[in-house]
């Protein structure tokens, strides 16, 4: 039986992740309060953001950036920072 969860992207009650994306407490925070279609569209969010920015998960800067974006848009509501020259399609 899946887990379900009120998704604070979607405002509706959908299936719960599997595990924690991430330790500690930003991970439970995830885990507790987005769905898995939530996540789902955060991380074709995060591939976007990673290749027009050329990020890299080795550099703490890029980390942290991607942290705050996902904060952003799985709890704040708020449009991401894309790129002026990305057009989405």
Known sequence: MSRKV???KMG???EGLDFLP???ELGQ???DNVSKEAWKQWLAQQTILINE????SLDPKARSFLAEEMQKYLFND???DMPEEF???
């Open 53 to 56: 920015y050329r990020l890299s």
């Open 6 to 8: 009120k998704c604070v």
């Open 87 to 89: 057009k989405a399609l």
């Open 22 to 24: 991430f330790p500690g």
């Open 12 to 14: 509706e009650e959908l």
């Open 78 to 80: 708020e449009d991401v």
């Open 29 to 31: 925070k995830i885990y």
